[in-house]
């Protein structure tokens, strides 16, 4: 449990990373109340350092007593290491941010996003999951719809940058972009296929039912969040040639009938949301505007002619903050609020 204090020792483990460097510029644009910052990475990284707020940093690389005095830990190195080191962090009295998907469907795990339901980071055990970049800025929209109406079935494509794979991935689709504008035939590392040019409708492994991982995260942690159970999704996850936000066409049938000016009065009043829906004026959200922004957009905001009780939106946000590091570092706000 956190002890309130009035500054923390916060580690961001994965510093080095897309969400790690992230989740460096957060903790500082948002004046996060850091008595010390250590960073961690792989031994790749080794005798690198990283700036927060005009000083060096060295990265180090992890070890049983890395956690030592640690009060905060971002976790964002992926799955397997969030298995290995959250337990020992946790062990060492610090509170675990993490933002792998290892224990996001955990019950002894809350799953949180800010807006939605912090309550929920009242009964953790030192871990705290952030969820996955495509369903958290969904959920930030959907909820107060939902709690206006009561959302039945939610039909999401997704449109996903590379960043939200990770920094490989952009570099490879600098190579290949650079590549094919030279003649060159392109080299294929991270994706099966040809990223630059292209949209691959596969994100993360495909299961038995013929969904990808992606796709049933969004299912499945959308109904953890919103705490429904009946919430009835199905989702497309595409990756797309751009580097950062994630766009995504949503469609909902609700309980009762809510206009698209009712929508728009509803998220205009919620946190976290920027109504953006002027089509007359070419007004609606690209992902080219939203980069680097906190909020999420929504627009194209508009009735499902085909069903009685649906509306039609689209939204995007900054996979990079939104979808990750500024949910992290807003859930460690809150349990300072909390403390
Ligand atoms: N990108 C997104 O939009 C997004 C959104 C939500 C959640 N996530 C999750 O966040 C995590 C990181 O994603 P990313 O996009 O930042 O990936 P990334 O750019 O590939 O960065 C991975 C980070 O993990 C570190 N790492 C790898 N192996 C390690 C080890 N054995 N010990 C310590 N550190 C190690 C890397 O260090 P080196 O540089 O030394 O290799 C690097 O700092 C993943 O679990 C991902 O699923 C990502």
């Known amino acids: 449990m956190l002890k309130k204090k009035n500054t923390y020792v916060v580690a961001v483990v994965g510093a080095t990373g897309a969400v790690g460097n992230e989740m460096i510029a957060t903790l500082e644009r948002r004046d996060f109340p850091v008595e010390r910052l250590r960073l961690f990475a792989s031994e790749r990284s080794e005798g690198q350092t990283l700036v927060f707020k005009d000083k060096d940093i060295p990265v180090e690389t992890l070890s049983a007593k890395s956690f030592r005095g640690v009060d905060i830990a971002l976790l964002s190195a992926g799955g397997e290491r969030s298995k290995t080191w959250a337990p020992v962090a946790v062990k060492s009295g610090c509170v675990v941010i993490d933002n792998s998907s290892q224990w996001r469907m955990d ?4 799953l949180v996003v800010s807006e939605v339901n ?4 009242k009964w ?3 871990i705290i999951a952030n969820p ?3 369903t958290m800025q969904m959920v930030v929209v959907l909820k107060p719809i939902h709690d206006a109406v009561k959302i039945k079935r939610i039909v999401v494509t997704t449109f996903q940058s590379v960043s939200g794979t990770g920094k490989k991935a952009m570099d490879e689709l600098i190579q290949q972009t650079v590549d094919l504008l030279n003649f060159r035939p392109v080299q294929k590392n991270v994706y099966p296929h040809q ?3 292209n ?3 596969h994100i993360d492994a495909f299961l038995e039912n013929g969904y990808t991982k992606e796709e049933m995260k969004m299912v499945n942690e959308t109904r953890k969040i919103m705490g429904d159970d009946s919430i009835m999704v199905t989702a497309t996850t595409v990756r797309v040639p751009i580097f950062r936000c994630h766009s995504e066409s949503l469609n909902i049938e609700t309980e009762k ?3 698209p000016n ?13 109504v953006y829906d002027a089509p007359a004026k070419n007004i609606y959200p690209l992902a080219v505007d939203v980069a680097e922004k906190d909020e999420i957009y929504v627009g194209r905001i508009r009735e499902d002619e085909s069903i009685d009780q649906g509306i039609n939106m689209w939204i995007v946000a900054d996979n990079l903050r939104k979808g990750a590091a500024l949910n992290a570092v807003q859930i460690a706000e809150k349990l300072i609020e909390m403390t």
Do not use: Q, W
């Open 199 to 201: 949209c691959i409708p």
């Open 195 to 197: 990223i630059a040019f």
């Open 118 to 121: 912090p309550h929920d980071l």
């Open 262 to 274: 009712e929508v728009r009065s509803v998220l205009s009043a919620s946190p976290g949301i920027v």
């Open 107 to 110: 019950p002894h795990v809350p």
């Open 124 to 126: 953790h055990r030192g």
């Open 132 to 134: 996955n970049c495509s």
């Open 257 to 259: 009938k809510i206009t």
